[in-house]
């Protein structure tokens, strides 16, 4: 048999030799002692953290987690494990493995016993260094899960989709050496572009398995597979306890992994703090430069926070035309004033994130205006033109708030989705306080929609 090597960080690996070694790890028992290796910095000196809480999901057979770092010794010894996201998110377990040790054997296990699509998540510096095209120009996918165009590897493959053949295109995605031209497209495996700024920014399996690696000190490319049961139905958190002791697998939640990087990484900078008399009272205005999204946010704070108490919050997307202009189309603008009133009165903080239109940006929000002109609703008009009906996220907000020594909060909203955009960054939300607005002519359809169709409580 003709022999596939594969470069790694961990050194030059004779493929079919490498699935003989990895036979063991997949039935469960201990892997031989690897060969004396310089290690990178991160895996020779982990950063040991307690056991960070973890999802709570419904069922009478749940997964157990165990601490972080003995998940990351499986993933350095070329084994399985199970990521798990948020229970109010997609409520799944995924199989993950190290791209470099994507033997056949892993490849294989995850088409038996999971099931579901088997994608190679890669950090997008790999993706781009590649010059992987996206699969969607507008990706409309509810989570927008971001596909690249399909591969197969141009040498060692035929049809590409046995286990063996998926194997030898993973490894040579993993690969630092390659290049597009190893790759013939469409194929059968299906790379994921994490985002910039993994799970602090996306909350998703693809960031968290890219995110996991790179801790462990491993290629950031990856393999993960969701787990659907028998019946062709998901499998959720609450009932793969079992599925876990058969195969004696070791697990890690999302949450885990967003906790370890709040804990060891600042992907926010402070840049000023200067007085803000408003019309509403007196704030403290602290600006924040992201370094995930290149923006500049804004946390103004009245009062001294007592940070050992719940703090009464807004967390406020931008609305230019709402906020400034004093649009009547939505009730952004309202919201804005009645929670710097509030504040200004009780104390706390109103975090201003910079993401205009849900996400989507002001052009495009223009546009999506227009559509609604012509009949549709927000939602409707945000995917005619491409987009999820709403892209924010709140890990840098976040990181804002702990920055400010906030763990747990009263929050000003009547968004649930935004408590769990805060809860999965390692925030307690003790309270949701809604922000009643009254509707009129201008708004009654876009306040009807947000009810009705984004799940708002109004």
Do not use: W
Not at 132 to 152: G, I, R, W, Y
């Amino acid at each position: 048999m003709k022999n596939i090597e594969f470069s790694s960080k961990n050194g030059v690996f004779d493929m079919n030799s490498f699935i003989c070694e990895c036979d063991a790890a997949v039935s469960g028992e201990p892997l031989p002692e690897p060969p004396e290796t310089e290690q990178p910095a991160a895996a020779a000196q982990p950063v040991v953290l307690p056991p960070a809480p973890v999802p709570v999901a419904d069922g009478t057979d749940p997964i157990v987690y165990h601490p972080l770092e003995e998940v990351l010794c499986d993933l350095r010894m070329g084994k399985l494990i199970l990521m798990t996201d948020d229970p109010h998110r997609e409520n799944e377990a995924d199989l993950v493995c190290a791209g470099q040790f994507a033997t056949p054997q892993n490849i294989n296990f995850m088409a038996t016993h999971a099931r579901g699509l088997i994608c190679v998540p890669m950090a997008p510096e790999k993706v781009d260094g590649l010059g992987l095209p996206m699969q969607a120009h507008h990706n409309t996918e509810k989570l927008h899960t971001a596909f690249t165009v399909s591969v197969d590897a141009r040498e060692g493959t035929t049809t590409g989709i046995s286990a063996f053949e998926r194997s030898v295109t993973t490894m040579k995605l993993a690969d630092p050496k390659a290049t597009l031209d190893d790759f013939v497209q469409p194929g059968h495996c299906f790379p994921l572009r994490a985002v910039e700024g993994g799970v602090i920014r996306r909350a998703g399996h693809t960031e968290g398995t890219v995110d996991m690696l790179r801790i462990a000190g491993l290629e950031p490319v990856g393999v993960c597979c969701e787990i659907m049961k028998e019946d062709g139905t998901m499998a959720r958190l609450g009932e793969l306890g079992a599925f876990q002791r058969k195969f004696g697998l070791k697990a890690c939640s999302l949450a885990q992994i967003i906790e370890h990087r709040q804990h060891t990484e600042k992907l926010i900078v402070k840049e000023e703090v200067v007085k803000l008399p408003t019309d509403y009272g007196d704030f403290m205005c602290h600006s924040y430069h992201s370094k995930v999204d290149g923006q500049t946010h804004l946390a103004l704070v009245h009062g001294e926070l007592n940070t050992e108490q719940p703090v009464l919050c807004r967390v406020h997307s931008e609305c230019l035309t709402g906020d400034v202009f004093g649009s009547r189309r939505c009730d952004c603008g309202s919201q804005l004033h009645t929670a710097m009133r509030r504040i200004a009165q009780e104390g706390g903080i109103l975090l201003y994130l910079r993401q205009e239109g849900r996400g989507i940006g002001l052009s495009a929000k223009l546009h999506a205006y227009k559509l609604q002109e012509q009949g549709m609703d927000t939602v409707d008009a945000n995917i005619r033109l491409g987009f999820a009906p709403d892209l924010r996220d709140y890990g840098v907000g976040a990181q804002i708030l702990r920055d400010l020594g906030v763990q747990k909060l009263r929050l000003l909203t009547n968004n649930p989705k935004k408590i769990v955009g805060l809860a999965g960054h390692g925030l307690e939300v003790v309270e949701q306080m809604p922000i009643s607005i009254p509707a009129h002519a201008d708004n009654k359809h876009y306040l009807d929609t947000k009810r009705d169709r984004m799940g708002h409580l109004i």
